[in-house]
């Protein structure tokens, strides 16, 4: 069906380590997606977003990394901060309409 | 600043009673969407607005109603609230849903029916 999902609920992480936080996503149609970070208490935040036409983007310490050919899409975060604690979300787009899919997120813990 | 406000951030009611969550935004973005989030089912669509007057369901639209009548404003409507509503929503703006157009997310509103 059209999902998007998430192999681990929760990561725990070392502080400075970097954390690889993974999501599969069911519907080859799709061809945007979008990382959310949600803090305790707050809406989702934009973190970073790629097209289909593209297999790795790269941000500011952050990194996404679409496999088309698996349906997968990945999310590293460099050098872990305490700041990264969070519930990280993917997202889609399907190209027919103008929904927005969520998968049903990832706890990142950092370990001191 | 740029950003998106709701209100009430928290609302408790009845079974029944009629509701309206607003959401303004300020940056005169065109696309404008409601979500709710539930525990272990993420967050899931239930309105969104491509522009003024534009609205299209969601993946979970039952029982709810949106209206566009202005760009910068886009209230969620509960006609006759319901127990299974208990949630806690966000309303979201943008240029649009896909390509480097982010979505800001509003500060939620938490919704209790009893």
């Known amino acids: 069906g059209e999902s998007v999902g998430l192999h681990l609920p929760t990561l725990s992480v070392q502080e400075g380590d970097n954390s690889i936080i993974n999501c599969a996503y069911s519907?080859?149609?799709?061809?945007?997606f979008i990382w959310y970070k949600q803090e305790s208490g707050k809406g989702p935040q934009f973190i970073i977003d790629?097209?289909?036409?593209?297999d790795k983007r790269q941000g500011q310490r952050v990194t996404v990394l679409l496999n088309k050919t698996v349906k997968h899409l990945s999310l590293q975060i460099a050098a872990t901060q305490p700041g990264d604690s969070a519930v990280y979300f993917c997202?889609?787009?399907?190209?027919?309409?103008?929904?927005?899919?969520f998968g049903k997120g990832t706890r990142l813990h950092i370990l001191p | 600043e740029a950003q998106v406000t709701q209100n009430p951030r928290y609302l408790i009611t009845v079974t029944g009673k009629k509701l309206t969550v607003t959401c303004s935004q300020n940056?005169?973005?065109?696309?404008m969407s409601w979500y709710r989030q539930d525990p272990g089912l993420g967050l899931r669509q239930i309105y969104y607005?491509?522009?003024?007057?534009?609205?299209d369901k969601g993946d979970v639209p039952e029982g709810y109603k949106v209206s566009r009548k202005e760009k910068r404003n886009f209230p969620l409507i509960l006609e006759s609230p319901s127990p299974n509503q208990t949630s806690l929503y966000f309303c979201?703006?943008?240029?649009?849903?896909?390509?480097?157009?982010?979505?800001?997310f509003g500060p939620g509103t938490r919704l209790t029916v009893t």
């Open positions: 607005s491509m522009n003024v007057e534009v609205t």
């Open positions: 979201a703006s943008s240029n649009g849903p896909r390509s480097s157009y982010e979505q800001y």
């Open positions: 790629i097209r289909s036409n593209m």
């Open positions: 940056m005169n973005h065109e696309y």
């Open positions: 519907n080859s149609a799709s061809d945007y």
């Open positions: 997202a889609e787009n399907i190209r027919r309409d103008d929904k927005i899919i």
